[in-house]
């Protein structure tokens, strides 16, 4: 049997065309594409590992807060911060450091080691009774003392420096109102640290009334400790981050942004602030004495008011204590002991004259001067049934019938 003629078209020949490779050109684009769906991939799975970090920097620094709201149960009042230059071979490691927590010790100072600072936090809340702005404490996370301080209560486990830091190993940092860390001082509507937004503007109402801030210093580090007590990135002064590392009295709550300069800003803030339990409170040592606690101002029949305690209309008072009364607008004030002194206020008196109160100006009584009546000599009632009962403006007798 024979077979037509193929003429080239051989089984061979068609074999070879079905089994060429790809060509360099289409290995190119096949590795390009490849290229691209990898680089989506991995800048997918950064996005992804940076939510992981954040959601656990947020747990612990929600544990952090719970544990320092237990450590005030048990103990009436907060920790003082750590000193973040510890490492792990310190004894004080992770130990509140309240050395510079004394009223004596002013604010711009640090501990010797240069780790915990006292700083002026952002208003007076009257605790101590003078007109300075509060002191405020920062430092690192106390995580021993609020281990010890809680006992049995603890949130924080046996790796509890972990707990106490963000997810690439740095110390998060811990900023208090030291009058919070003094049980005999504490008050729920003392927080004195002031929490602002990237343009400045207070983030708490009434500003600067935060009892205390925990700090995650972000992905850069900068201003943070590693958990070894060493400083890689130091704070950069003039960024938007650096209110949170410069150990000053008002700390930025920002927007995460990956910008240049200025503009990146990826820390991230936990805080609390005052709790106004009641408007008034007693002056630390008296039981008679009350202050305002309103972190603002108070109005009596004043919708706006411009002074501690403003009032308008009539105040009814069985006892008042003043030192100065002014008029209205708080201006030309006088002492109250002119009207309250033993000696009181009056007139002077000479040989001649004698001195007649006709009004009050600004800070005591106005006087005018009369001659001094001279009584008459030899003067006597006419009837014998009268008897002398006083004196008129001239000197003369004044008789009448008893």
Known sequence: MSYPNLKGRSSRGLNLKSSRGFTLIEFSIVMLISAFLMVAAIEVYKVYINQVRYEMISDRQESIMTSLGKFYTVNGRYPCPADPT?????????????????ITVLSGTCTASGGVCKEDGGRD??????????????????FKTLKDGIGSKSSFTDAAAETSSDPWGYKMGYAVTSYLTDATTFQPSGGAINVVAENGKPVIVPASSVHFVIISYGDDHMGAYTNGGKLNVPCVAGSTESANCNYAGAFVDGVRSMGAGAGYFDDRLKYTSYALATLWGFVPGSTTDIYNKNPGNVGLGVAAPTEKLSVSGIVKSQKADQTQICDYTGANCWSTDIFASPTGMGCTDTATTTGVVTGISNGGVTCVQIPRPQPLVNQSCAASNEYVVGFDATGHIICGVP
Do not use: F
């Open 125 to 142: 809340t009257e605790i101590d009774g003078d007109t300075n702005n509060d002191p405020i404490l920062i430092g690192a996370v106390p």
């Open 86 to 102: 510890l490492g792990p071979s310190d004894a004080n490691y992770g130990v509140e450091d309240c050395t510079l927590n004394p």
